[in-house]
């Protein structure tokens, strides 16, 4: 299973943006999908997943209200929409697959993971 994230770029504080995850190579509806990110001098941190058939969603309190996960099955792609975007959003974000179809924003859960978009948050 191959992910490509696409959407990472620059903005201002208070500006939005949609993040997306390709995903390639028999992906399944069952899988869940996460997204995660890594600010520079920070842990890489979970902030929303996903579940598959039944798309449930969950949210870090960091992001809740803000950010909005969703995918589209038949597409094969999993999407973050980004708004009210902070300079401490900053980081490089990472869609991430979880095949066992658990829910949950543990990193060491998930099976595959993308290479990352670049999101700057800065006036």
């Known amino acids: 299973l191959q992910l490509v994230e696409s959407g990472g770029a620059s903005v201002q504080p208070g500006g939005s943006l949609k993040l997306s995850c390709a995903a390639s190579g028999s992906p399944s509806d069952y899988y869940s999908i996460g997204w995660f990110r890594h600010a520079p001098g920070k842990e890489r941190e979970g902030i929303a997943c996903i579940s598959g058939r039944n798309q449930n969603t969950y949210y870090a309190d960091s992001v809740k209200g803000r950010f909005i996960i969703s995918r589209d099955n038949a597409k094969n792609t999993g999407y973050l929409q980004m708004s009210t975007l902070k300079p401490d959003d900053t980081a490089v974000y990472y869609c991430?697959?979880?095949?066992?179809?658990?829910?949950?924003?543990?990193?060491?859960?998930?099976?595959?993971w993308g290479q990352g978009t670049q999101v700057t948050v800065s006036s």
């Open positions: 991430a697959v979880e095949v066992s179809g658990g829910f949950d924003l543990d990193e060491h859960e998930y099976d595959y």
